[in-house]
């Protein structure tokens, strides 16, 4: 199995995923400069989080352009598995990969601590290692993750079931985002965007005793294993 | 022919602006209780250079604020496009 993480100057969290697929998944990991054009066949890109390009404009907006994004939204479009992290969700919507947009958070500040959601679609290939409605934890720490969409959007979503993960009430959501969203997949299933950072809580050296991003890996690995989608 | 365009964003009308809420708390704390709506938005000069003509420039323009200076899904945009003198 062959992942890719792209590093944008700015990120941070690439390490921190890397680590993770390929010390405890054993993928086969890149790190992917932002200045490439082309992609090695992969099962799995990460878009990871951090603060591209410093977050000026808006966050994600001018990773959007960089060079290797042409490769990664021609790879999503057909049909590859997508995981934006964070920044990464913020670059996915950027890009019309996933509908809606972020605005900074209703309380204007940045919130860094661990929060707990529902796992509200748990047949993604993300995500079905969890069980339907399960309350899981995971760390948040973002400025800019109030998720809006408007309303024929959001019943778009309600409808196709897209909406993966939600802040498990309203005093647990962090930034304000329409109806607790915390993560979104496309349509067809293998682009996911999520605030809440797994890569954080995969292994207990890091997170004793709370790994419930592990599962978000292992449903992709075992997704993968069983032959699903992959483009090369 | 050089222009000078000056463009400034916001958050569409209906969508909630909380750096715009925050704002107006301040004010209103400051005893200015008159205040009703407060909007952030961002603004931007630019300086474009050897295009001829208005419409084009202006073309231009449209074309940048709709693919990286404005997010069309929660912002809206306007701008003044003037010739630049000397």
Same mark, same amino acid.
């Given at each position: 199995m062959k992942a890719g993480v792209v590093t944008f100057p700015g990120s941070n969290c690439d390490h921190d995923v890397y680590d993770v697929l390929s010390k405890i998944f054993s993928f086969d990991t890149d790190l992917i400069w932002h200045q490439k054009r082309h992609l090695n066949n992969y099962d799995l890109l990460v878009l990871p989080g951090g603060f591209s390009y410093g977050d000026y404009l808006r966050s994600g907006a001018i990773a959007r352009f960089a060079r290797i994004m042409d490769s990664v939204i021609d790879f999503a479009l057909a049909g590859g598995l997508v995981l934006g992290i964070c920044n990464g969700f913020q670059i996915l919507l950027e890009s019309n990969l996933l509908p809606g947009a972020m605005k900074?958070?209703?309380?204007?500040?940045?919130?860094?601590?661990?929060?707990?959601?529902?796992?509200?679609?748990?047949?993604?290939?993300?995500?079905?290692?969890?069980?339907?409605?399960?309350?899981?934890?995971?760390?948040?720490?973002?400025?800019?993750?109030?998720?809006?969409?408007?309303?024929?959007?959001?019943?778009?979503?309600?409808?196709?079931?897209?909406?993966?993960?939600?802040?498990?009430?309203?005093?647990?959501?962090?930034? !304000?985002?329409?109806?607790?969203?915390?993560?979104?997949?496309?349509?067809?299933?293998?682009?996911? !965007?999520?605030?809440?950072?797994?890569?954080?809580?995969?292994?207990?050296?890091?997170?004793?005793?709370?790994?419930?991003?592990?599962?978000?890996?292992?449903?992709?690995?075992?997704?993968?294993?069983?032959?699903?989608?992959?483009?090369? | 022919m050089d222009w000078e365009v000056k463009i400034e964003t916001k958050l569409k009308d209906g969508i909630l602006d909380p750096q715009g809420k925050a704002v107006k708390t301040g004010l209103k704390s400051l005893g200015y209780e008159n205040v009703d709506s407060v909007f952030v938005g961002k603004y931007m000069e630019i300086i474009i250079k050897d295009i001829s003509k208005k419409e084009d420039a202006s073309e231009m323009v449209e074309d940048m604020c709709k693919k990286l200076l404005a997010n069309p899904v929660i912002e809206e945009y306007k701008y003044e496009l003037n010739k630049m003198e000397g």
């Open positions: 900074v958070n209703d309380n204007l500040k940045f919130v860094c601590k661990n929060v707990s959601l529902e796992v509200n679609n748990n047949k993604t290939t993300f995500t079905n290692h969890y069980r339907e409605k399960e309350i899981i934890e995971m760390p948040v720490a973002h400025g800019e993750g109030n998720y809006y969409i408007d309303k024929k959007g959001l019943n778009s979503l309600i409808d196709n079931n897209q909406i993966v993960l939600r802040y498990a009430n309203q005093s647990e959501n962090p930034n !304000g985002s329409v109806e607790n969203i915390a993560g979104i997949s496309n349509k067809k299933g293998n682009i996911l !965007g999520l605030m809440p950072h797994p890569e954080r809580c995969s292994e207990d050296i890091i997170s004793p005793g709370r790994r419930d991003g592990y599962r978000l890996f292992s449903s992709i690995v075992a997704n993968l294993k069983a032959g699903g989608e992959q483009i090369g | -």
